[in-house]
């Protein structure tokens, strides 16, 4: 085995690529990615990105001097519009056709488009790519309202840091409450409250009919006929998998490129990670696909060590984190088919805990704000620990010593 080609330059690529040097491969190793950046970290782009206060090059998982210390090729124009899986080959866009002995296909996911005229006017912007958020900070800059579509992470977090800059926002959610997918309406109300405090128009249970005005939009409309003025408008309505490349080559795909605990597709020689797969997660018994950085490394992990003939299986408890004003959202687990949440701590002092229970067991944690927390909310989580509320509730009493001895 000589030759290992990479499909995708995102968090999951790059950790596949530095991970297989870490385990002493010495063959060749080229990223084929479509963005023209090298690899780099997405979470900063709706925060300190977003905000001005870091740069490009700070968002690089790997800068041009440890891509060529490590022998890793990463080609920024090298869309792949194809597979050959019986002559183990990749077709590139540009026309090129590379071979490989081991594909990784690390494609992520892109930002799902508004399905309405208007959402391509050029001040109506997704957020996934750098691309994205330049075009946005321009924007930006000569802009006093803005309408962000979408009460999840992206959302609020783009909402902060528009406050920040001192812009009139609004936040619409179809739902009847922001994050609703991912947390306990408590969570939801802290943050639907704090987002308020800091002077965010939050409208839940909004639902977007129209995006009016030409050549660029200027008014969002609402399925009650309100109009809301706007310069630009952010769209953060969530994530489609990029598994075409998958399916067209006859992989399994299934909400993601269905893989086994070891990252290998339906094709033994193509295996994948992070965003674009559907996987078997140990914990929760179940497939998954996910969305979050944790997952993107682990199973880039999985993979370089399947690769490398040192197969250990894919068994991560998925974890997330948000930052929004000073505020540090973290969670562990996934909190659905919970029966009871517990608080621990105080949300008017913008520092606590809330836990979800089911059959007595703690499945899922959000802390807020609340770092040392959150790393024992993690061990009880993968423990599986059981506790009552009233123990959970108890701030008089170190939360370490639910762990088990
Ligand atoms: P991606 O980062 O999507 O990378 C895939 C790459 O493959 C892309 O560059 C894509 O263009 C390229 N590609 C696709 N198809 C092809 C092809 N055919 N040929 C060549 N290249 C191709 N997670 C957290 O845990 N915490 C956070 O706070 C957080 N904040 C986020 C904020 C934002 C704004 C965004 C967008 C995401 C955030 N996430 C966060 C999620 C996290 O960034 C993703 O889970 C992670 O980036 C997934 O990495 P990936 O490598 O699987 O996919």
Redo the contacts with the bound molecule.
């Keep these: 085995m000589n030759k290992i080609i990479i ?8 950790t596949v690529a530095q991970d297989l040097r870490k385990r002493g491969f010495e063959g060749d190793i080229t990223i ?4 023209p950046q090298l ?1 780099y ?7 300190t990105y977003l905000a001005g206060e870091a740069t490009e090059e700070s968002l690089y998982q790997m800068k041009a001097p440890i891509l060529e210390r490590n022998a890793i090729r990463y080609r920024g124009d ?4 194809g597979i050959d899986r019986a002559q183990r080959a990749v077709h590139l866009e540009n026309g090129e056709r590379l071979s490989y002995d081991k594909l990784v296909l ?6 799902r488009p508004l399905a309405l005229p208007g959402a391509e006017a050029p001040n109506v912007h997704l ?3 750098v691309a994205d ?1 330049d075009a946005i900070r321009e924007d930006l800059a000569s802009a006093r309202r803005v309408v962000i579509i979408g009460g999840g ?2 959302g609020l ?1 783009a909402a902060a840091v528009a406050r920040k800059l001192g812009l009139e926002v609004t936040v619409l959610e179809g739902l009847p409450r922001v994050l609703a997918r991912v947390t306990a309406p408590e969570t939801s109300a802290f943050f639907e409250q704090a987002h308020r405090a800091h002077g965010v128009d939050v409208r839940t249970g909004a639902q977007v009919t129209g995006l009016l005005g030409s050549p660029t939009v200027d008014r969002v409309q609402l399925a009650d006929g309100e109009e809301l003025p706007a310069d630009v408008v952010i769209v953060g309505i969530g ?1 489609i998998p ?1 598994t075409e ?1 998958a399916a067209e080559a006859g992989l399994d795909v299934d909400n993601g490129i269905v893989v086994d605990e070891f990252g290998r597709s339906s094709d033994p020689d193509i295996l994948a ?4 797969t559907n996987h078997p997660n140990r914990f929760y018994g179940r497939r998954i696909r ?7 490394l682990e199973q ?1 992990r999985t993979v370089s060590a399947t690769i490398m003939g040192e197969e250990s299986p894919y068994d991560s408890v998925p ?5 929004q004003y000073d505020l540090k959202l973290q969670m562990v687990g996934l909190s659905e088919g919970y029966e009871r949440c517990v608080l621990r701590g105080d949300m008017a002092s913008r520092r606590f805990a809330l836990f979800y229970l089911k059959d007595g067991v703690i499945i899922a944690a959000d802390t807020v704000s609340d770092p040392k927390d959150f790393m024992v909310a993690k061990k009880l989580v993968a423990a599986r620990v059981q506790a009552s509320a009233e123990q959970l509730a108890d701030t008089t009493v170190p939360l370490s010593e639910l762990l088990p001895a």
């Design positions: 499909v995708g330059g995102g968090q999951a690529g790059a084929l990615g479509d963005e690899p970290r997405r979470p900063p782009l709706s925060k090298g869309r792949v519009v690390t494609t992520g996911g892109r930002a957020l996934r790519t958020v992470f992206i977090e994530l990029n490349l990670a992070g965003d674009c996910l969305e979050s950085v944790n997952n993107a880039a974890w997330f984190w948000s930052d």
